[in-house]
T-cell receptor, first 117, second 113 residues
Framework: AQKITQTQPGMFVQEKEAVTLDCTYD???????LFWYKQPSSGEMIFLIY??????QNATEGRYSLNFQKARKSANLVISASQLGDSAMYFC??????????????FGKGTRLHILP | EADIYQTPRYLVIGTGKKITLECSQT?????MYWYQQDPGMELHLIHY???????EKGDLSSESTVSRIRTEHFPLTLESARPSHTSQYLC????????????FGPGTRLLVL
């Protein structure tokens, strides 16, 4: 079974609109972390935002915020006021455990976001 | 900005050649990773390391091998390249802690003819 599910293979959004990229996860571990990465066409992976399972508030980083709904096991990424430079692949990822030596991070299949001028 | 480097950035090579993809980081991170990613697809973990002299295979079986003789260096070697090895290879590193953000290198795009 998929541990990380991103149901939107691709999205087209008008510039300056807000965007929500969906991510649901599956874990029985009470301690975990959720990440979002951006991958432009150049190929590098850029860390955007992190949410710990025990964090009470939703994480925010500039125009990025993570809509963390623990009961639903969802961790959607919200990009406010989208820009042309936001066009990229976006990956949701999860680390199970408390950041121990043998923890691994599992990535979703990604969502390709296209921002239209 | 992350201090993790990969060379070469692009490599075109013939079948049967031995290749080594270099990855180094200057952040003192104990954990390092190699991912394989086909264009527009998800990342697959092929190798990881907890520290010096530690290497583990990832979730995706790979014919490549890795070594970790120094903390900062985690090279990946293919003894005999094949067209099926054509892909992008991403190296990453992280600290051992709760917010285990992985920092990625720029990647190596490999084409085996």
């Amino acid at each position: 079974a998929q541990k990380i599910t991103q149901t939107q293979p691709g999205m087209f959004v008008q510039e300056k609109e807000a965007v929500t990229l969906d991510c649901t996860y599956d874990t029985s571990d009470p301690s975990y972390g959720l990440f979002w990465y951006k991958q432009p066409s150049s190929g590098e992976m850029i860390f955007l935002i992190y949410q710990g399972s025990y964090d009470q508030q939703n994480a925010t980083e500039g125009r990025y915020s993570l809509n963390f709904q623990k009961a639903r096991k969802s961790a959607n990424l919200v990009i406010s006021a989208s820009q042309l430079g936001d066009s990229a692949m976006y990956f949701c990822a999860m680390r199970e455990g408390e950041g121990e030596r043998d923890d691994k991070i599992i990535f979703g299949k990604g969502t390709r976001l296209h921002i239209l001028p | 900005e992350a201090d993790i480097y990969q060379t070469p950035r692009y490599l075109v090579i013939g079948t049967g050649k031995k290749i080594t993809l270099e990855c180094s980081q200057t952040m003192g991170h104990d954990k390092m990773y190699w991912y394989q990613q086909d264009p527009g697809m998800e990342l697959h973990l092929i190798h990881y390391s907890y520290g010096v002299n530690s290497t583990e295979k990832g979730d995706l079986s790979s014919e490549s091998t890795v070594s970790r003789i120094r903390t900062e260096h985690f090279p990946l070697t293919l003894e005999s390249a094949r067209p099926s090895h054509t892909s992008q290879y991403l190296c990453a590193s992280s600290e051992v802690r709760e917010e285990e953000t992985q920092y990625f290198g720029p990647g190596t795009r490999l084409l085996v003819l």
